[in-house]
């Protein structure tokens, strides 16, 4: 996993290229980049919460009978990482929409910082 500085790193790359492009002012840029910003901060609350408490929980009834469930962390875990994934589709569809990716033939910058690529700063 990706430590907190990188992803920091390539969403500063992201938001400069939004600025670039025209696109940081843009309500649907802004409000989408900082929902998805949210949705990665979850999944890696999420991700500690598995780790410290493993993928089963035990469950207590009244008479101190215990039954093993599955980790209700990891459906939220699921779902929100399903989330995360179509909003950074629709992210990537805005940018390209403002002509991010305009002008490079080879390589589409968004991906490359997408994949650990980029200037760094």
């Given at each position: 996993m990706m430590d907190k500085r990188e992803l920091d790193r390539q969403a500063r790359q992201i938001e400069r290229m939004a600025e670039d492009a025209g696109a940081e002012s843009n309500y649907f840029f802004a409000t989408t980049f900082k929902r998805y910003q949210v949705q990665l901060?979850?999944?890696?609350?999420?991700?500690?919460?598995?780790?410290?408490?493993?993928?089963?929980?035990?469950?207590?009834?009244?008479?101190?009978?215990?039954?093993?469930?599955?980790?209700?962390?990891?459906?939220?875990?699921?779902?929100?990482?399903?989330?995360?994934?179509?909003?950074?589709?629709?992210?990537?569809?805005?940018?390209?929409?403002?002509?991010?990716?305009?002008?490079?033939?080879?390589?589409?910058p968004l991906m490359k910082i997408i994949n650990g690529g980029g200037d760094d700063d």
């Open positions: 901060s979850i999944l890696d609350e999420l991700e500690r919460a598995l780790e410290d408490n493993g993928m089963q929980v035990t469950k207590e009834y009244v008479k101190g009978r215990k039954n093993l469930y599955s980790n209700p962390a990891i459906s939220d875990y699921n779902r929100t990482t399903d989330s995360a994934n179509k909003t950074v589709t629709t992210l990537m569809k805005i940018l390209k929409d403002f002509g991010v990716d305009k002008g490079a033939e080879d390589e589409d």
